[in-house]
């Protein structure tokens, strides 16, 4: 798994490391510790998005364990964050910053003019962490999550 590290002046570290399809059982049990059972993705699920075209997925490994991950999927000029999960032991600790600064910057890379996300009315931290990175309302899916909860439409545009 290829990547990049950084070291924390605590002392820690937080590498982020590019997976593919052989990983999505990893994802699949980073993703399992995430969230409840209905909104979990299982293995099968991990490796074909993993073996579809566009799709990018990185793992934040927070002092030699799996944090968490993200994986985007990218077509025609827009990407979108598919998953973005950080599991409870391991967050406010930078992990969902840093797998975020890395698909904007994968994206930007990839010359993506315009990112999206769907993200729960009810995930407080998540909205925070999207609208500190400069996300803002695109629109809203009522009733999109498995328990009836609404989903925000997030969107930054990523060539200003």
């Known amino acids: 798994m290829p990547g990049v590290g950084a070291s ?3 002392g820690t ?10 990983h999505g059982g990893l994802l699949a049990a980073l993703h399992a510790a995430s969230f409840p059972p209905a909104d979990q993705w299982d293995e099968d699920a991990m490796q074909s998005l ?3 075209s566009g799709v990018a997925a990185a ?11 993200i994986m985007i999927r990218s077509v025609a000029g827009e990407a979108e964050i598919l998953t973005l999960c ?14 975020l ?13 315009q990112m999206f996300l769907e993200v729960s009315v009810l995930n407080a931290g998540a ?5 500190s990175a400069g996300f803002a309302k695109a629109g809203l899916r009522r009733s999109y ?16």
């Open 50 to 52: 993993l073996s579809s």
């Open 127 to 131: 909205k925070t962490l999207y609208e």
């Open 13 to 22: 570290s937080l590498e982020i490391l590019l997976v593919s399809a052989p």
């Open 8 to 10: 924390a002046a605590n």
């Open 86 to 99: 950080v599991v409870p032991f391991f967050r406010r600790q930078g992990v969902a910053q840093a797998l």
């Open 101 to 113: 600064a890395w698909a904007l910057l994968t994206a930007q890379t990839d010359q993506v003019e």
């Open 145 to 160: 999550y498995p328990d009836g909860s609404d989903a925000l439409v997030l969107s930054k545009r990523l060539d200003d």
């Open 59 to 69: 793992v934040g490994v927070k002092d030699g364990t799996p944090a968490g991950f």
